[in-house]
């Protein structure tokens, strides 16, 4: 059974980091590029960062450069996301997703599947 599960979320003050996990289990995370996704209430699922299966290029929105970084641990079939000096608008449920690299270059969540339940950050102080 393919399956990612997302953990790491939680509640955190302005300028604070957290890191998020994306584990797959059914299938190797290399295989697939594997996305980060996170949809705030009331706004659509955007895109926030990706890594490529090809040759694990990485790819960020504006709004998280040089604050996130995306990595994956093969050994482990995992898929990290970390964040640093969060905002309050980062607050949101957080995603992970496979899916192509076209996709990944794009951001593009219609080219993501196998989609995880989600992790919740919250920026607060």
């Known amino acids: 059974q393919v399956q990612l599960v997302e953990s790491g979320g939680g509640l955190v003050q302005p300028g604070g980091s957290l890191r998020l996990s994306c584990a797959a289990s059914g299938f190797t995370l290399d295989s697939y590029a594997i996305g980060w996704f996170r949809q705030a209430p009331g706004k659509e699922r955007e895109g926030v960062s990706c890594i490529s299966s090809s040759d694990g290029s990485t790819y960020y929105a504006d709004s998280v450069k040089g604050r996130f970084a995306i990595s994956r641990d093969n050994a482990k079939n995992t898929v990290y996301l970390q964040m640093n000096s969060l905002k309050a608008e980062d607050t949101a449920v957080y995603y992970c997703?496979?899916?192509?690299?076209?996709?990944?270059?794009?951001?593009?969540?219609?080219?993501?599947?196998?989609w995880g339940q989600g992790t919740q950050v919250t920026v607060s102080s």
């Open positions: 997703a496979a899916g192509s690299d076209y996709g990944c270059i794009h951001l593009g969540r219609t080219f993501f599947g196998a």
